[in-house]
């Protein structure tokens, strides 16, 4: 061999994902999405905002609400309650919703959160602001009390979309059949089968119909954009993103509607 001859180095290149691989770890991403703003924003949000509402109306204060608890009272039980119910099922479903309406909000990282509150408050609403519950008259139906409820909706898409858009720049991309794959498979399957059960409970109760709706029509339209990557798409075709987008569009228009009476009622 001649001096200064080229040496071929050893093979460095990594196969790239897959086209399933990588919708595998979108499905993950966005369920991990939910999972930390459930635990992190939700639940504690909560309970902040149950504060916030005894400082608003302090003759409230020690009164009973209809689900048993004081107003004012920060209890370790009424605290484990109030994180496992709105915090680990809250986070269930924003991993469910976060999965399959992302992908229809336009814009970048503040550009999707943004576009997602309104969708949040019109969809989110008839879960906290509900047509006679006694809160609210106990609560002086303060007006403060209904910005609250709806602030800490309106606040879900934006978080989502910063930890989202952080967790995708740190999840590895890993090649098919690696283990970051076999991971991002088994929280995606865990996902959907806990999101599933709970959209059969809420299918089964009128205030949540409309988000359970939503949420099967997003599915089955983010099911299709999925099948269309696997044929190496780059990109949803019209039709689908129209589709998406009348679907979210009525969805919250038809839950802004649905809500009114429990809002009045909630306010006057």
Known sequence: MAIGAAIEPASTTVRPMTP????????????????????????????????????????????ATENGNRIGEITLGGTVALLLFAGLFGAILLGVLWVVISPWLPGGTVGRGIVGVPLAVALGAPQLIVLGNQD??????HPLVVVTLLALIAILPLALSI????????????????????????????????????????LGEGRTQPLAVVTIGMG??????????????????????L????????????????????LRFALL
């Open 243 to 262: 589709t998406a987008r009348t679907i979210l569009v009525a969805g919250t228009i038809a839950s802004a509607i649905a809500v009114w009476p429990a």
């Open 136 to 141: 609210f008259i106990v609560l002086r139906h």
């Open 220 to 241: 089955l339209i983010t099911l299709a954009w999925w099948f269309q990557r696997t044929s190496g798409r780059p990109a949803p075709s019209r039709w689908l993103v």
């Open 20 to 63: 399933i691989a990588d919708i595998v770890r979108d499905i993950a991403r966005g369920g991990l999405a939910g999972l930390i703003v459930g635990l992190a924003v939700l639940g504690p949000g909560a309970r902040l905002v149950m504060r916030i509402h005894a400082l608003i109306v302090p003759a409230a204060a020690g009164m």
């Open 163 to 202: 930890v989202d858009s952080w967790l995708d720049r740190r999840l590895p991309r890993g090649t098919p059949g690696s283990l970051a794959v076999a991971g991002y498979l088994g929280l995606a399957a865990l996902g959907g089968l806990f999101g599933l059960m709970l959209l059969v409970q809420m």
